[in-house]
């Protein structure tokens, strides 16, 4: 039978994919520096093997026969989802994904070299490997799936979207949002003339914080029976689902940047806990995309991590690990402060898609050849300098080196974490309209029915549905700026 074939053909990947999983986790977090060249060798064989079953001509005879097989419609979609992914898998010959393997990994290590002195002179030749890579892959991809070369690599991130659709939305936050930070700022200007900021006590040992950390995940849902919080130079939630390595970064003057961090990465662990189990070998039983995984780290982030009520439940666990006694009107004008930066990850919700925007176009010209590597800070710095009013010339660390993405060969990802703002922001819409309540509820520590509503409308759909029919079917709509758009402006405007 071939969907049996098929059956085991997934499980052999699916072993591959957790072994290539932990071993890119470990290599950001615990591998010692002289590790390095021997993991990119290690990883980009096994990266080559899994590209050789998985593009075995054999699959294409087994999906061919298991069509004509009397199939549950579960099992249909699964072989929707695998042909879908074959197909993407066959654009790349089994030797270019070894290549683009080795030549990321090694960029990625510079990277890590080179950013804490904003060293571009050092890395900028390695960059410019990356992105010949990727115009390469571009390339090959869009011969084969009928698409633009940039919607080609953005299909392997965030199946279903595409920049026709994708560019009003944004052109439009774009507008409204160059306006409205200054609105922003003159509001929180004057609030803070009533009742100035109360300073942080500045001393946060990182044990503590990593015990309230800890602390915050498991009151949200998160399983630490299949999931573990360490440090990384940059935030990220790897692993498996039965056992997500999530990550975050400390400061001890400061205990913010590090909470909200892991309520976000905690927000992607959920959604890989709550995957269907009895699918998690098959594509479509896996995360959907990059949009829609973001969708949930932000929900967690900012509609519940942001959320006054949240605070209100929160308080009390911070005075017990941080001995800082706060009151709502201490901590809430940190939570929603807004200030204008140069670095994406410490952004506020206010400003953060601007950075977005920002590698978003500059990615698509570089894909393109409208803009080479050398020629980058320029173009970042007169980016910043009209959507933010920021200067980056002079910083690369803090400009266009301080992402990992670009390094590891990350192109036509980025859209995903506004467009995961923007999709958060609906699905709260539409949690509100069945549970009125939902901030009394938060208010006082029980997540159980956002959980489920999430669990029934996201977790549980996998990739049985494209993106946007995901968040169609979640919210009774299509992608709707002005969900994002209202919530901002209830919360920071005037």
């Given at each position: 039978m071939s969907f049996a074939k098929l059956d085991e053909h997934c499980r052999a990947l699916s072993a591959l994919d957790h072994a290539l999983s932990i071993l890119?986790?470990?290599?950001?977090?615990?591998?010692?520096?002289?590790?390095?060249?021997?993991?990119?060798?290690?990883?980009?064989?096994?990266?080559?093997?899994?590209?050789?079953?998985a593009t075995d001509p054999q699959v294409r005879d087994w999906l061919d026969a298991a069509e004509a097989e009397d199939l549950s419609a579960e099992q249909k979609i699964a072989i929707g989802e695998l042909e879908r992914s074959y197909i993407n898998m066959t654009c790349l010959p089994s030797d270019f994904v070894e290549r683009k393997m080795r030549t990321s990994m090694k960029s990625e290590?510079?990277?890590?070299?080179?950013?804490?002195?904003?060293?571009?002179?050092?890395?900028?030749?390695?960059?410019?490997?990356?992105?010949?890579?990727?115009?390469?892959?571009?390339?090959?991809?869009?011969?084969?799936?009928?698409?633009?070369p940039y919607d080609a690599l953005m299909e392997q991130f965030d199946p279903?979207?595409?920049?026709?659709?994708?560019n009003p939305v944004f052109s439009e936050l774009k507008t409204f949002l160059v306006d409205f930070v200054p609105e922003a700022l003159s509001v929180q200007e004057e609030k803070l003339a009533k009742r100035p900021l109360k300073a942080l006590s500045g001393d946060y040992p990182v044990e503590r914080q990593k015990a309230l950390g800890l602390a915050m995940m498991q009151a949200v849902g998160f399983d630490m029976n299949h999931g573990s919080l360490s440090v990384s130079d940059h935030p990220f939630c790897g692993g498996v689902p039965s056992d997500v390595r999530m990550t975050t970064r400390y400061r001890t003057d400061e205990f913010l940047s590090a909470l909200m961090g892991i309520l976000h990465e905690t927000g992607h662990g959920l959604y890989e806990q709550?995957?269907?189990?009895?699918?998690?070998?098959?594509?479509?039983?896996?995360a959907r995309g990059m949009s829609i995984h973001e969708s949930q780290s932000l929900f967690v982030e900012k509609q519940i991590g942001r959320n006054p009520a949240f605070w209100r439940f929160a308080l009390p666990l911070v005075d017990a690990h941080l001995k800082e006694s706060w009151t709502m009107e201490d901590i809430l004008p940190h939570v929603h402060q807004v200030n204008r930066g140069k670095i994406r990850v410490d952004a506020d919700e206010v400003?953060?898609?601007?950075?977005?925007?920002?590698?978003?176009e500059l990615e698509q010209d570089l894909l393109s050849g409208r803009l080479e590597v050398k020629d980058l800070p320029e173009a970042w710095d007169a980016r910043m300098q009209a959507s933010l009013g920021i200067a980056t010339l002079d910083d690369p660390k803090n400009g266009p080196m301080q992402d990992v993405h670009w390094p590891s060969g990350s192109f036509g990802y980025f859209p995903s974490y506004t467009l995961g703002a923007l999709m958060a922001a609906q699905q709260w819409a539409a949690i509100l309209k069945t549970n009125p309540d939902v901030d009394k509820q938060i208010a006082v520590g029980d997540f159980d029915q956002v959980n489920a509503w999430r669990r029934d409308n996201i977790w549980s759909k996998a990739s049985t549905a494209s993106t946007p029919e995901i968040l169609r079917n979640a919210t009774g709509e299509a992608l709707n700026p002005a969900h994002f758009i209202a919530h901002l402006k209830a919360r920071y405007g005037k």
């Open positions: 890119g986790t470990d290599e950001a977090t615990n591998m010692a520096p002289g590790g390095g060249e021997s993991r990119a060798e290690a990883m980009a064989t096994l990266s080559g093997m899994y590209h050789r079953q290590q510079l990277w890590r070299k080179a950013r804490p002195g904003g060293d571009w002179d050092v890395f900028q030749p390695a960059l410019a490997d990356v992105v010949a890579m990727m115009r390469e892959e571009a390339a090959m991809r869009a011969e084969v799936l009928g698409l633009e279903g979207n595409r920049t026709a659709a994708i709550n995957l269907p189990k009895q699918w998690s070998h098959w594509p479509s039983g896996k400003t953060y898609p601007l950075h977005v925007i920002l590698r978003y």
